[in-house]
């Protein structure tokens, strides 16, 4: 963990997070209780993203092929074999429902459950359906196929969504320039391919392994070697949001109440409700000593 000394560079509400670039290290950082005003100085605890979870903006950690990376993490096995559930768990991370709607992080848990019940049920309806030895008006052969077809079809189409939805946002997050037209449409054409690569931007496996069972198909233990080290410095603008000297930052819940902000599907990366999660990154010049 790191405590972090930041300059608001804008008025924040309470709760706020926000990316935080120091040198090699990238922390998240938490406004407190209260809110801050523009210009004021204030310390909190930082996550350390760098070592958790070995960020990188600008760029893919390894490509699309890599399907077979980390042969040994249940990772690597869901890519082949359950590539939905792990849909899910990406999914998770980023606080998406089965919609592909941006939600919070408690209702986003159940999104890798869902998803894999659901294409449980879509492998049993033919089956179920095939099984039948009796026929009637609506479970003629013809009817019965179109049926099985006409469901089987919409889940797939679903998933496609699903794919295309999550590597947009995954793309916006870690800044991750588009390589060409319709980029996230194509690859979603590659769906186990896709969802590997998302679920190994997302997680740094070398270092903590990856985990079937859990909602985010992370390894959520903590590191007991963490140092804290304090920072001071000058922070300046990395992202478009920040260039437009933070008039895209909610001004009117300094008082530590949350800001009226709608949810929309069209922004996925404004927050809404109590989502405070802004993929903002500051850079800025340490000052200061191990503590």
């Known amino acids: 963990m790191i405590l ?5 560079p804008t008025d924040l509400p309470a709760g706020y997070k926000l ?20 210009g004021t100085t204030f310390e909190a605890i930082g996550e350390d993203l760098t070592n958790a979870t ?28 359950c590539s939905p559930y792990l849909l899910g768990q990406v999914m998770s991370r980023q606080h998406l429902n089965v919609l592909g709607l941006k939600t919070t992080h408690e ?38 196929k179109m049926f099985i077809m006409g469901i089987c079809a ?18 916006k997050k870690y800044n991750i320039p588009e390589g060409c037209c319709c980029e996230d449409c194509l690859t979603g054409c590659m769906c186990c391919c896709t969802i590997g690569q998302m679920a190994r931007q997302t997680g740094d496996y070398p270092n903590y392994g990856s985990s079937c069972c859990s909602f985010t198909g992370l390894n959520t233990e903590d590191k007991t070697d963490r140092k804290i080290i304090s920072f001071t410095g000058s922070y300046i603008d990395s992202h478009s949001y920040i260039s437009s000297g933070g008039a895209n930052m909610p001004q009117n819940s300094i008082s530590g109440e949350e800001p009226d902000i709608p949810c929309s599907s069209e922004e996925p990366d404004i927050p809404c409700g109590n989502d405070m999660n802004y993929p903002f990154v500051y850079k800025s010049i340490p000052r200061g000593d191990e503590v």
Not at 26 to 34: A, I, L, N, S
Not at 119 to 132: E, T
Not at 154 to 167: A, D, N, S, V, Y
Request: hydrophobic share 45%; aromatic share 12%; net charge positive.
């Open 4 to 8: 972090v000394r930041v300059e608001a």
């Open 19 to 38: 990316y935080v670039h120091i040198e090699k290290e990238t922390v998240t950082v938490t406004v407190p209780e209260g809110g801050v005003r523009k």
């Open 54 to 81: 070995n960020v990188k903006f600008g760029k893919w950690k390894d490509g699309l092929l890599s399907c077979c990376a980390h042969v040994c993490q249940p990772v690597c096995w869901m890519t082949w074999c």
């Open 107 to 144: 209702a986003s848990k159940p999104t890798a459950v869902i998803l894999f019940s659901i294409n449980c049920l879509m492998l049993l309806i033919p089956f179920v359906f095939g099984l039948q030895k009796y026929e009637s008006s609506w479970l003629a052969t013809g009817w019965r």
């Open 154 to 171: 919409g889940w797939e189409m679903h998933i496609f969504f699903l794919i295309m939805r999550t590597r947009s946002v995954i793309r």
